[in-house]
Every structure is written in structure tokens, then in C-alpha cells.
């Protein structure tokens, strides 16, 4: 019996995905939770054998974090990830928290429930979309930006100024200037909306 933890911010998700999970007699829902701080929470309760997480949640923590936190705890459940996000910034960020796979919420059932099992078995899944944008990038990696360049263009992308980025990232606003300067240059461009739009282009940030 696999024991999973879902979490994801959306009640009507939630109950689609335990529907879809407590069908199958050799899985079992253990808990829910719809933000990252309740999800290591209740992993660290229940102790399950797989979290499903989702990436963008309320409040609090986020799915990358959560998934770092989890992987953090002794004798750690595995992550897999479902969510709507495919970009370079999101999948990459996954899997450096610890993720073991990733899959996209328009996967099929019968998909979800073999990663599951692969997942708790400690094998890699990758939706095919996501194994592509890898392999892809692999291969010929072109520029990219450091995960603290990623965030600051997200926030960017936000409409976030430079001094409510500082203080969203614990950073000072130079430092904010500091990786702006670094991503108008990897991307070619002079200002933020061009920066923002070049992001979004290359698939860095949603």
C-alpha cells in the first residue's frame, strides 16, 4: 500500500485527485493539505510514502520550497510534482528542491497512478513535454539565468519595483539592480518590459 499526500490549493482539485487515487486498492490517501507550510507539516506527521504537490499554492511557502523542506525531513517521503507550470524556471526549480518528478495536470489518470508508483519506487518521471524542455536544454543550453536572477525577473514580470523585490527577497535594492543588470545582458535587452517579455519567450518564467 503507497501512502500519498496531496497538496494543492484548490478544494475541487483536491477531491478530483482523491477520487481518482482511493480508486485504485493499492494507493491510499493519507492527508491533504493546500499550502506548502501545512504540506511539511502534515509529511511530517503522517510520514507518507509519496507528496503530490502542487507548484503555486496560497499563502506562505511555495511548491519549490515546500518540496526542499520535505526533502529535508528524516528518511524523507519522495516529491512528485503536478501542477499546470512547464517553464525552464519552474522544472528546474522542482528538481533542484528535490523533486523526483514532474508531471502536468492534463495528464491521464492511468499516467499519474504509474508515476505514482514509480515515484514511490525511486524512479525519475517526467512528462514528456518536460523530458523535451529538458533534453532540449541539455543540449544546447544557450544562456540561462541563476534561480536568484529567475526570481527577481518573475517578480518583475509581477509589476514588482526594485525595493519591493529587496524586501520580498531579504535582499538590498543594489543587489536587486546587481541581477537586473545581469538579466538585461544574458537576454539582449535595455529595459524591464523588454526583459519580462524575452523571460516569458524563452520559457525562463511564466
Do not use: W
Request: zero cysteines.
Amino acid at each position: 500500500m503507497i501512502g500519498v499526500l496531496l497538496v494543492d490549493d484548490h478544494p475541487i482539485v483536491r477531491a478530483g485527485l482523491r477520487a481518482t487515487l482511493e480508486a485504485d486498492p493499492g494507493l491510499r490517501v493519507l492527508g491533504e493539505a493546500a499550502g506548502g507550510d501545512e504540506a511539511v507539516r502534515l509529511a511530517r506527521e503522517l510520514r507518507p510514502d509519496v507528496v503530490l504537490m502542487d507548484l503555486q499554492l496560497g499563502p506562505g511557502i511555495d511548491g519549490a520550497a515546500a518540496t526542499a523542506r520535505v526533502r529535508e525531513l528524516p528518511e524523507p517521503p519522495r516529491v512528485l510534482i503536478l501542477t499546470t507550470y512547464d517553464s525552464d524556471a519552474d522544472i528546474l526549480r522542482a528538481i533542484e528542491a528535490g523533486a523526483i518528478g514532474y508531471l502536468l495536470k492534463d495528464a491521464e489518470p492511468a499516467d499519474l497512478l504509474r508515476a505514482l508508483r514509480a515515484a514511490a519506487a525511486g524512479e525519475t518521471v517526467l512528462a514528456p513535454s518536460v523530458a523535451t524542455r529538458l533534453v532540449s536544454r541539455e543540449r544546447a543550453p544557450g544562456i540561462s539565468l541563476t534561480p536568484r536572477e529567475t526570481q527577481v525577473l518573475q517578480l518583475v514580470a509581477g509589476g514588482h519595483s526594485n525595493s519591493a523585490i529587496a524586501r520580498r527577497l531579504f535582499i538590498s535594492e543594489a543587489t536587486v539592480k546587481s541581477h537586473l543588470v545581469q538579466v538585461f545582458a544574458k537576454l539582449g535587452v535595455d529595459n524591464r518590459t523588454a526583459a519580462t517579455a524575452e523571460g516569458r519567450r524563452r520559457g525562463f518564467i511564466r
